[in-house]
């Protein structure tokens, strides 16, 4: 079974690393290419390319022109699963992890990145940011990160996954149509967590971020094979709810 995350927006260096076991991202060669693509952009295009503000904008230019390939540990070069911040990654607090906890996150689970395509949560990371929504023209073949990403990322989780084993989809929108799930040929589960807000379930983006790192912890800290046992997930209060579930989006409510 494997486990997709989305990155975060929000990083935190300010940890030591250097205890820690760490690999390198898979994909150098497609994020030099896309880094000499973004070094090329002043910090304005930046701001329009991403939506971004000034600020924002020429610390991400000040970002690309200073890259590093993420090949050894350094003060700017750490594991993605301990620099990622954002609120999926509060619920999943990887730093807490014990080793053996850590070692089958690094097996099962997969971080995708609209600069490094599929991460493990190991993987060195330099500071950066590029969503997979941003509308980057990488070559006259590639005209967005989608279609720079597909092979790669589709080819890469066909090769890490037998026929009948389960993706459990923990990503965003943004993210998950990154790997062509079509094309993938796998079963893949997305759960999905709703509040009852009156007499009706609703999605609340900041507590479905938060379970959803939960719900990753809980895989690897139980470290769960057969993906049905998911169904016994209640974290903070969730439940799985089969009457709004179908085969392949399971929605626990609270």
Do not use: C
């Amino acid at each position: 079974m494997k486990i997709l995350l989305s990155p975060a927006k929000s990083l935190d260096y300010n940890f030591d690393n250097k205890a820690f076991e760490y690999s390198v991202p898979a994909f150098l060669p497609q994020t030099e290419k896309l880094v000499s693509k973004m070094k090329k952009l002043s910090s304005k295009k930046i701001a329009d390319l991403m939506h971004v503000s000034k600020d924002l904008a020429e610390l991400n230019y000040y970002r690309y022109q200073s890259f590093v390939l993420p090949e050894y540990p350094s003060e700017e070069i750490k594991q993605a699963g301990f620099v990622f911040s954002g609120e999926v990654y509060k619920g999943l607090d990887f730093r807490s992890l014990n080793e053996k906890e850590m070692q089958f996150a690094q097996e099962s689970t997969r971080i995708l990145s609209g600069l490094y395509g599929l991460l493990k949560p190991l993987d060195l990371i330099y500071p950066y940011r590029l969503e997979m929504g941003t509308k980057l023209p990488v070559s006259a073949s590639h005209k967005n990160l989608y279609s720079f990403w597909a092979k790669s990322l589709n080819q890469s989780l066909k090769a890490e996954t037998s026929d009948n084993e389960v993706i459990v989809n923990l990503a965003s929108n943004e993210y998950i149509k990154a790997i062509q799930p079509k094309l993938l040929k796998r079963t893949i589960i997305s759960p999905v967590f709703k509040e009852l807000k009156g007499d009706d379930y609703k999605i609340v983006m900041m507590y479905a971020k938060h379970a959803r790192g939960a719900m990753a912890r809980y895989i690897i800290q139980n470290k769960i094979s057969n993906v049905e046992n998911i169904k016994n997930y209640q974290i903070d209060g969730y439940r799985f709810h089969e009457a709004l579930s179908n085969e392949t989006e399971w929605v626990f409510t609270r």
